[in-house]
T-cell receptor, first 113, second 113 residues
Framework: NAGVTQTPKFQVLKTGQSMTLQCAQD?????MSWYRQDPGMGLRLIHY???????DQGEVPNGYNVSRSTTEDFPLRLLSAAPSQTSVYFCASSSQGGLTEAFFGQGTRLTVV | AQSVTQLDSQVPVFEEAPVELRCNYSSSVSVYLFWYVQYPNQGLQLLLKYLSGSTLVKGINGFEAEFNKSQTSFHLRKPSVHISDTAEYFC???????????WGAGTKLIIKP
């Protein structure tokens, strides 16, 4: 059982480049979310989805896009990378509106130079 | 809106000593409460959760937490820590009517030999 799989694990981008962080889950969870983790700030929600075809903004959505064409996949797109987007990104999924455990991927460490 | 405060950014403690990691929250509605652990260079995993019922909740790895509604607290405790407990611990809350988890800034548990 793979759980939540994120790729890549590490990435270095130049300012202005675009890229997509991949997230896939095999637990048939309806709820998926993307967080960024910065030192001393906990986890901040970027975007989330409550089901295929439904997405919404979280606390820090600027500079990021998401889509949810299938239950399994929830990619995060950086449109034009900026140094302020240097962070560790986590994808998570859960069922029952988050009352059950949220399962996290291993994270993507992104550096924008 | 909900908010979470973890009062200590770091807690150093000697091996085999007891530890308490503090978490306070604010909310005008009923909430569910969670503690997650993040080991170095890994994603987060659930330690324990309070949804309803007994205010003393037991989790994995010998951890427990007590929900105190009057003090709006959900402190995490372990009677005797081990080197393997070295990690960052996050408190999170979720409103009854919302999918989103609101996270504290995290507390790093440092075990001294």
């Amino acid at each position: 059982n793979a759980g939540v799989t994120q790729t890549p694990k590490f990435q270095v981008l130049k300012t202005g480049q675009s890229m997509t962080l991949q997230c896939a889950q095999d637990m048939n969870h309806e709820y998926m979310s993307w967080y960024r983790q910065d030192p001393g700030m906990g986890l901040r929600l970027i975007h989330y989805s409550v089901g295929a075809g439904i997405t919404d903004q979280g606390e820090v959505p600027n500079g990021y896009n998401v889509s949810r064409s299938t239950t399994e996949d929830f990619p995060l797109r950086l449109l034009s990378a900026a140094p302020s987007q240097t962070s560790v990104y986590f994808c998570a999924s859960s069922s029952q509106g988050g009352l059950t455990e949220a399962f996290f991927g291993q994270g993507t460490r992104l550096t924008v130079v | 809106a909900q908010s979470v405060t973890q009062l200590d950014s770091q807690v150093p403690v000697f091996e085999e000593a007891p530890v308490e990691l503090r978490c306070n929250y604010s909310s005008s509605v009923s909430v569910y409460l969670f503690w997650y652990v993040q080991y170095p260079n890994q994603g987060l995993q659930l330690l324990l959760k309070y949804l309803s019922g007994s205010t003393l909740v037991k989790g994995i790895n010998g951890f427990e937490a007590e929900f105190n509604k009057s003090q709006t607290s959900f402190h995490l405790r372990k009677p005797s820590v081990h080197i393997s407990d070295t990690a960052e611990y996050f408190c999170a809350v979720k409103a009854d009517s919302n999918y989103q988890l609101i996270w504290g800034a995290g507390t790093k548990l440092i075990i001294k030999p």
